[in-house]
């Protein structure tokens, strides 16, 4: 295999994490069928970023974490880790000289 | 063989790379139809699939060298290094790239350490059939500018010599 140009490495390894992270909170999403309950975009009931008494409702707090609550918290960051910025940037410096 | 050794910068793995962005660029769109549309069972496994297929891009390596190894530039090569071309790089700055080098990666090396990032856009690229292997290759103009002295440099090389795979 031939080797690689060293500078390519880091944004090759960070679309990957990117791509395994975007696969981890897909899971949840579907998981939680927040698609469902907040079925709007760019903003989440409003917002894009929910507000505290959307995220934080439970009792006791940490069952927040994995209760149905979650569901519009995973929604903001499967959004915003979008790695096809950080792809396209990739490709683009693959095509630049040096 | 780590994922993230994919990329070389020749013409297949700059498709690879973009394949992927546009795989994900395609990914973030079914997904926001998904959920505009109320997870249609369609949509939604569609969605998974081009994760997969993003996965797969991402991960699988793509960029075997098409060279042959026992390429006469190859041989060359490492003259070359030592002697500079363009600018210099030597064996003891960079001694893992040596073992690598052939048409294409001795051009990587070559202009990655020679010009600083700022001025990377200034050299002048043209294509050009090596005068060794017979393979095309880029030929390098180094920029012009008095600032593109290479910060690595340890001498000063013979121009005339970028025309081998440069």
């Known amino acids: 295999m031939a080797r690689s140009p060293r500078r390519l490495a880091p944004t090759a390894a960070a679309?990957?994490?990117?791509?395994?992270a975007q696969i981890a909170l897909g899971g949840l999403v579907a998981g939680l069928k927040a698609g469902l309950i907040y079925d709007t975009w760019p903003l989440i009931d409003?917002?894009?970023?929910?507000?505290?008494?959307?995220?934080?409702?439970?009792?006791?707090?940490?069952?927040?974490?994995?209760?149905?609550?979650?569901?519009?918290?995973?929604?903001?960051?499967?959004?915003?880790?979008?790695a096809g910025g950080l792809a396209a940037l990739h490709a683009a410096d693959c095509g630049v000289p040096g | 063989m780590p994922p993230i050794?994919?990329?070389?910068?020749?013409?297949?793995?700059?498709?690879?790379?973009?394949?992927?962005?546009?795989?994900?660029?395609?990914?973030?769109?079914?997904?926001?139809l998904t959920l505009l549309l109320h997870v249609p069972i369609l949509l939604a496994l569609t969605h998974q699939?081009?994760?997969?297929?993003?996965?797969?891009l991402a991960t699988v390596p793509r960029c075997k060298s098409a060279l042959p190894r026992d390429l006469p530039?190859?041989?060359?090569?490492?003259?070359?290094?030592?002697?500079?071309v363009g600018g210099v790089i030597t064996r003891q700055i960079i001694p893992n790239e040596v073992r690598y080098q052939d048409c294409a990666t001795l051009r990587l090396t070559r202009t990655r350490l020679i010009y600083p990032w700022?001025?990377?856009?200034?050299?002048?690229?043209?294509?050009?059939?090596?005068?060794?292997?017979?393979?095309?290759?880029?030929?390098?103009?180094?920029?012009?500018?008095?600032?593109?002295?290479?910060?690595?440099?340890?001498?000063?090389?013979?121009?005339?010599?970028?025309?081998?795979?440069?």
């Open chain 1, 15 to 20: 679309i990957l994490l990117l791509v395994v």
């Open chain 1, 46 to 82: 409003g917002a894009f970023i929910p507000g505290r008494e959307h995220l934080f409702f439970l009792q006791p707090a940490w069952t927040n974490l994995i209760g149905q609550s979650s569901d519009c918290a995973v929604r903001p960051p499967h959004g915003c880790l979008s």
């Open chain 2, 5 to 32: 050794a994919a990329y070389q910068d020749d013409a297949r793995c700059r498709a690879s790379a973009v394949a992927l962005a546009f795989v994900l660029l395609l990914q973030a769109v079914l997904g926001i």
């Open chain 2, 49 to 56: 699939a081009v994760a997969m297929a993003a996965l797969i």
């Open chain 2, 73 to 84: 530039c190859r041989r060359q090569a490492a003259v070359l290094t030592e002697a500079s």
């Open chain 2, 118 to 166: 700022s001025l990377r856009f200034q050299a002048r690229m043209a294509r050009t059939a090596c005068s060794v292997c017979g393979m095309i290759c880029r030929v390098i103009t180094p920029p012009t500018d008095a600032r593109s002295t290479p910060r690595l440099a340890v001498g000063k090389g013979d121009p005339a010599g970028a025309q081998i795979c440069a």
